[in-house]
């Protein structure tokens, strides 16, 4: 995932689409291929009945192998910026890894690793797209690493986000913290330990508490105070947090130039004295 998060550690980050995703959206890609291979090889053997001879039907089923296994991914990648119809169907689409749409050069450099290596040539039937994605961070196969993409998941069931609140405790204590220290990632973490704090054993609950607010305490440089629990604390770092990205925002856009006013008309020139009208 990328490390976007808003002021109130919403997460903008792109989702990695992991190896079941991306087998589900293979399976319904290599569905499509069979179908258009068995049509074709009809054609082709409807063909050799009426004078194909063998070298020349050969040859043409090679040619159509390499267009359907090859040519209809990098075709629907290309045209569509990453999707294919089984990626389509399971809410998946290949980018770069800055998260920009990819090209013919992405779809063709995917394509081609693809066949030779990730599945049909060497590839053992996918088993080299298995293992080497298993063991990537970002689910990446060969053809992702060679030509610089990633697949993500686009639709994403949403996610009931728990409201940032401020203790009144701790409201006057929590402006004298540098909460700007707060990493994204830590204050993402908080955000969803606070929404999930009902679901959670009370002795998990517990552990993650602490471990969260040593690592803000470590990131502050100021100890948790006395007397107070876990998550309020916590909550009070995320709300100040969330109020100063606010201000700062709104300083911003206080502050943004203004457009330029259109020039008044010139005097008439039969009163030079006289206002425009």
């Known amino acids: 995932m990328s490390d976007l998060v808003s002021g109130e550690a919403v997460l903008l980050e792109m989702r990695v689409a992991r190896l079941a995703s991306r087998g589900l959206a293979f399976a319904l890609d290599v569905l499509i291929q069979f179908f258009t291979l068995l049509i074709l090889f009809l054609v ?93 961070r970002n689910s990446q196969r060969v053809g992702d690493m060679l030509a610089g993409t990633l697949v993500i998941r686009e639709r994403i069931p949403e996610q009931a986000v728990a409201p940032v609140y401020m203790p009144p405790p701790l409201a006057g204590w929590a402006t004298t913290q540098n909460v700007s220290g707060l990493p994204n990632d830590l204050a993402l973490a908080i955000r969803q330990y606070l929404g999930r704090l009902h679901e959670l054993a009370p002795e998990a609950a517990h552990n993650l508490g602490n471990r969260l607010a040593a690592e803000v305490s470590a990131r502050l440089d100021s100890p948790v105070p006395p007397n107070v629990p876990i998550p309020e604390y916590l909550a009070a770092i995320l709300a100040e947090r969330r109020t100063r990205e606010e201000a700062r925002q709104s300083q911003q856009q206080q502050y943004r130039p203004q457009d330029p006013q259109p020039a008044a008309d010139p005097p008439s020139q039969d009163n030079p004295f006289a206002p425009p009208s």
């Open 44 to 136: 082709l053997g409807a063909a050799g009945l009426v004078g194909f001879d063998g070298a020349l039907q050969s040859a043409t089923t090679l040619v159509g192998l390499v267009l359907v296994l090859v040519g209809y991914p990098v075709l629907a990648e290309t045209l569509t910026r990453g999707k294919t119809i089984g990626k389509a169907a399971a809410g998946l689409r290949v980018v770069r890894m800055d998260g920009g749409p990819i090209r013919f050069r992405h779809a063709l450099v995917r394509g081609l690793a693809g066949f030779f290596v990730d599945f049909w040539g060497v590839g053992l039937f996918g088993a080299v797209a298995v293992i080497v994605s298993l063991s990537s």
